[in-house]
DNA sequence: ACCATTGATGTAATCGATTACAGAAACGGT
DNA sequence: ACCGTTTCTGTAATCGATTACATCAATGGT
């Protein structure tokens, strides 16, 4: 009896909590049993003819359409969840305030391709060392299906790594290099070669490198590709002046500076993306030199602001919609039950071609 | 009998799902129960330890943690969710492809102050028309807690809005014009005025105006402000030529070319955002046209980039760490329990001040 | 030493949906 | 008309955590 009443006290406190101020329009949000009532049938008929519509004789079913019509009622999708074990949720790890023109492009692929599939996207920006134990948390609550990552790191808090929480995960862009994680890349190596044997095409034969943030995967690989252009054009590593950068504007900035104070500049820059060759270009305007007349550049990634500064920027487009969408798509069919190794090649990884973009910020040495 | 045989059946194929494949390494995620057996205590004992440790003896807390650290317990927060009634959850409604840069710096502010407050923000791109029932229904389901929304537009499917749902709501960064939403905007009228100020105080008598989407509301409000500045100065209205942009490159390309095309051109442009003001400045440049020397431009945003190109752009900066953070705190409180209109100015709306940023796209005319 | 009070822990109801099984109704074959 | 199917709908168990209330132990006061 005492019980009773506490429960109808509750009642209320919820009536007011989800309706309003006026009792009313105390409106609250319509559950499976108010359908149910309004209908005349039980809860697991109105399940039914929202989940399974033919097992239900027709004429039940548009009754209870009706009701759930007339109540506008929506399933609530956390009990939902209980219940099958598992969500349509997707968590991407999206590094915090790095290139975001970039990467806004290959969260679109990512979720064009999961919102089709039916799936939803979290994000989860990620700062070098921070908020990762939220992140972690988020993915072990059984929140979260599944995990992609285009930031080159996974958060890890005092040795739990966010794949502990054992969700299918599929690395994009970047590649944390984890045992059994498939991953869908540029093929960075080639991609980066193709940055220097531009430049030697033209003409240069000495070259200036402003890099990527030193340990980075994306960076490694690629400095491996320029050091191999190189050897392949039987150029030695004394033809290469490195600076290292961090994918920003300052990066561009400081390797600009660098550059300037060198005694002999290289004709030739080749830098570890976009934004950095742009600020690379704008420092050394401010400094008398002239782009491409003194000196040739070349980006990477390919944003769209490239085709938009002056000189407009030679440099490597990504396919970043597809590498997302790939990407995207790897997940989904691990989360339908494939087997990763059916569906990737031997190495575990898919690689994915750049395209060198010609444009006025290089051009052949002398003319 | 019959029924124990295949619960039993069921909790092997669970075992699988969660485990592996090799039945000795079947390691399946724990549950509260699990902890509960492995301490020797009840569920709720376990329960406690982890939310209200200090109703706990000592001796019990220390005796259930050790098993949780043990078993690597996290609990499930879908279950927590469904009894709570209510989730960490808050869904942010981005445009798509718009204005990256932009919003990736409030989407940030937006980000560290629901982290600090312990919540977790989903991301919902939004395409014009597109995907919006998947939203709609994302905020009917019961999953999040709360909305912000920095697109102009809300969700809206054959009259049903994102709203019905319920959910506490804030709009940052253009104001949908719903009732009793609170805002969070910049003074849009006063920073434009600021723009067409600027130009007016360097001696520009004629100015050329490369708006936003026509109808948007910030390009209304801006719009408003630049006749007022207009008026001001006591310039009528035909020393302005408008041209209807839509806040990205290909706007300010257009743009640029019906300015090119104008038999008398005015010395002054006012450009809707950065990205407008960089295109345009692209196109005229290419057409042989200075910039500055004879044309002055002026952007909006003070996105990092504005400082990037060339010439430096001038512009106006918008707070865009502050508006996003403003925003969530505004929601945070609401799902705290406090009255909106205890909180806002009697507007409804928090309006944040623009900076101008006078570089070196824009000089005095004649000089 | 006994009762009252406080404190610690356990039992079981609860959140809102799904679904196995049971039971009822409708149908067909003889 | 009766029985066996098939078709449809209802009852109740279930997902994993939280928490009101019950219960039991320990403590203190007299």
Redesign the pocket.
């Known amino acids: 009896m005492?019980?009773?009443?506490?429960?109808h006290y509750?009642?209320m406190i919820?009536k007011m909590r989800d309706g309003g101020k006026t009792p009313g329009e105390a409106r609250?949000?319509?559950?499976?049993?108010?359908?149910?009532a309004a209908a005349?049938?039980?809860?697991?008929?109105?399940?039914?003819?929202?989940?399974?519509p033919?097992?239900?004789?027709?004429?039940?079913?548009d009754?209870v359409l009706e009701a759930v019509a007339a109540l506008g009622?929506?399933?609530?999708?956390?009990?939902?969840?209980?219940?099958?074990?598992h969500s349509r949720l997707v968590l991407v790890i999206v590094p915090r305030r790095t290139n975001p023109p970039f990467f806004a492009e290959v969260l679109h692929g990512i979720d064009v391709r999961l919102a089709e599939a039916g799936y939803v996207l979290i994000t989860g920006y990620m700062e070098a060392d921070d908020h990762d134990l939220r992140l972690i948390e988020l993915a072990a609550s059984?929140h979260v299906a599944g995990l992609l990552t285009i930031s080159g790191d996974l958060p890890k808090v005092a040795g739990r790594s966010i794949l502990d929480a054992g969700l299918p995960a599929v690395a994009i862009c970047a590649d944390p290099r984890v045992e059994g994680l498939p991953a869908v890349l540029l093929d960075d190596e080639q991609a980066a070669a193709m940055q220097v044997e531009h430049m030697i095409g033209l003409g240069h034969r000495r070259l200036f490198y402003v890099s990527g943030p030193p340990g980075n995967y994306n960076e490694v690989t690629r400095h491996r590709g320029v050091l191999a252009a190189l050897a392949k054009a039987g150029l030695g590593p004394d033809a290469l002046i490195e600076h290292p950068g961090n994918y920003a504007f300052s990066g561009g900035i400081a390797g600009a500076n660098a550059y300037l104070a060198l005694p002999d500049r290289p004709s030739g820059v080749v830098c570890g993306n976009d934004e950095t060759a742009i600020a690379f270009v704008k420092t050394v305007h401010a400094a008398g030199l002239r782009v491409p007349d003194d000196v040739s550049v070349i980006g990477f990634d390919g944003i769209e602001l490239a085709d938009f500064c002056e000189p407009t920027l030679s440099t490597i487009a990504q396919p970043r919609f597809e590498l997302g969408a790939v990407g995207a798509q790897l997940l989904i069919d691990r989360l339908a039950g494939a087997d990763p190794a059916d569906m990737l090649p031997p190495g575990g990884k898919i690689l994915m071609q750049g395209r060198l973009l010609a444009r006025d910020s290089t051009r052949p040495l002398g003319e």
């Open positions: 005492v019980r009773r009443k506490f429960l509750k009642q919820l609250r949000v319509p559950r499976i049993g108010d359908v149910a005349g049938v039980s809860v697991a008929t109105v399940s039914r003819a929202l989940s399974a033919d097992k239900l004789k027709s004429e039940t079913r009754k009622y929506t399933p609530n999708s956390v009990a939902r969840q209980l219940r099958a074990g059984g």
